[in-house]
């Protein structure tokens, strides 16, 4: 039924998929909602994910968009299993995967991510971006490197969310794309912290206990409108949690690693240390080492 599952994982992403196709396309809400008899406050929410459409409208808008029949077809199907509470995503899906995160991190009031490898998306500078990227997807990663880059600039838009980095030391240790782009990309970090809306905590390595960061990397997103989110990327694979008792799961190891983590300022000053030895060739020196 329409309106079930609202604000689910799918329910979004097919948000966000109507509005790309919808904007690509050139067509406003207005014209559209003109097109298909429906008032445009209607398929603004189906855009945002506050309502969840039926697979007949979804079909009557990728119709009226001029669709493709396989993305008409794509899109429809999303609709039909759009009320799953939690979803695993498997297979090549790489573009649906980035609109589902661009979107997230659009309409989200509050971003929390657990790195245990490497720097939050983010957080990259360009080079470190593309050494990263260039590895697994060679043939196009100047164009998902410069989308990743702009990313960014969801931090510094008017009304932008809080994002908390919570960073493993061992992923800031890693020189990837050798010493001068990691100098840079520790000096990003520390002029990052500097924004208002950016907290950066460090989780130390070498603990004797164990703690959630050895479970792995994983990004929580609140919304204003809506349940929150747990978003989690695998080698080839993506899962998204809404179910409130998995969600709950990440919400305390959150608090948990706030408390193993150092503070904000420690964090900082840590990370200009290890910014230091990395400009001075030594990356993997440990002078910058925890007091």
Same mark, same amino acid.
């Given at each position: 039924?329409?309106?079930?599952g609202k604000?689910t994982p799918?329910?979004r992403a097919?948000?966000?998929?109507?509005?790309e196709?919808?904007e690509?396309?050139?067509v406003?809400?207005?014209?559209?909602?003109?097109?298909?008899?429906?008032?445009?406050?209607?398929?603004?929410?189906?855009?945002?994910?506050?309502?969840?459409?039926?697979?007949?409208?979804?079909?009557?808008i990728?119709?009226?968009?001029d669709?493709?029949?396989?993305?008409?077809?794509?899109?429809?199907?999303?609709?039909?299993?759009a009320?799953?509470?939690?979803?695993?995503a498997?297979?090549?899906?790489? /573009?649906?995967d980035?609109? #589902? +995160?661009?979107?997230?991190?659009r309409?989200?009031? =509050?971003?929390?991510e657990?790195? %245990? $490898?490497v720097?939050?998306?983010?957080?990259?500078?360009?080079?470190?971006?593309h050494e990263?990227?260039?590895r697994?997807?060679?043939?196009?990663?100047g164009?998902?490197t410069?989308?990743?880059?702009g990313?960014r600039?969801?931090?510094?838009?008017?009304?932008?969310?809080?994002f908390t980095?919570?960073?493993?030391?061992?992923?800031?240790?890693?020189?990837i794309?050798?010493?001068?782009?990691?100098?840079?990309?520790?000096?990003h970090l520390?002029?990052?912290v500097e924004?208002?809306?950016?907290?950066?905590l460090?989780?130390?390595?070498?603990?004797?206990?164990?703690?959630p960061s050895?479970?792995?990397?994983?990004?929580?997103?609140a919304?204003?409108?809506?349940?929150?989110?747990v978003?989690?990327? /695998?080698f080839s694979?993506? #899962? +998204?949690?809404?179910s409130?008792?998995e969600?709950? =799961?990440?919400q305390d190891a959150? %608090? $948990?690693?706030?408390?193993?983590?150092?503070?904000?300022?420690d964090?900082?000053?840590f990370?200009?240390?290890?910014?230091?030895?990395?400009?001075?060739?030594?990356?993997?020196?440990?002078?910058a080492e925890?007091?």
């Amino acid at each position: 039924m329409a309106g079930d599952g609202k604000g689910t994982p799918k329910v979004r992403a097919l948000g966000a998929e109507l509005r790309e196709h919808r904007e690509a396309a050139g067509v406003t809400l207005r014209k559209l909602a003109t097109k298909l008899g429906k008032h445009h406050s209607v398929l603004a929410r189906y855009e945002t994910g506050e309502k969840r459409p039926e697979p007949e409208t979804v079909a009557a808008i990728m119709t009226a968009l001029d669709a493709s029949p396989s993305e008409r077809s794509r899109i429809v199907e999303l609709a039909r299993v759009a009320g799953d509470a939690n979803w695993v995503a498997v297979g090549d899906s790489s /573009h649906r995967d980035m609109t #589902t +995160l661009i979107e997230y991190e659009r309409t989200a009031r =509050a971003i929390v991510e657990v790195a %245990t $490898t490497v720097i939050p998306g983010l957080l990259q500078t360009y080079d470190y971006a593309h050494e990263i990227i260039s590895r697994w997807s060679p043939h196009d990663a100047g164009v998902r490197t410069a989308t990743r880059v702009g990313r960014r600039d969801v931090l510094t838009k008017q009304n932008a969310p809080t994002f908390t980095a919570i960073i493993t030391e061992n992923a800031l240790r890693e020189p990837i794309g050798g010493p001068a782009v990691h100098a840079e990309q520790l000096r990003h970090l520390v002029a990052a912290v500097e924004v208002d809306n950016i907290e950066i905590l460090v989780v130390p390595s070498r603990a004797t206990e164990w703690n959630p960061s050895h479970a792995g990397s994983f990004i929580h997103f609140a919304f204003t409108k809506g349940e929150p989110i747990v978003y989690i990327e /695998h080698f080839s694979s993506l #899962t +998204l949690l809404h179910s409130p008792k998995e969600v709950k =799961a990440f919400q305390d190891a959150v %608090t $948990t690693l706030r408390d193993v983590a150092m503070d904000a300022s420690d964090s900082a000053k840590f990370i200009a240390e290890l910014a230091a030895a990395a400009e001075g060739g030594s990356s993997h020196d440990d002078s910058a080492e925890l007091a």
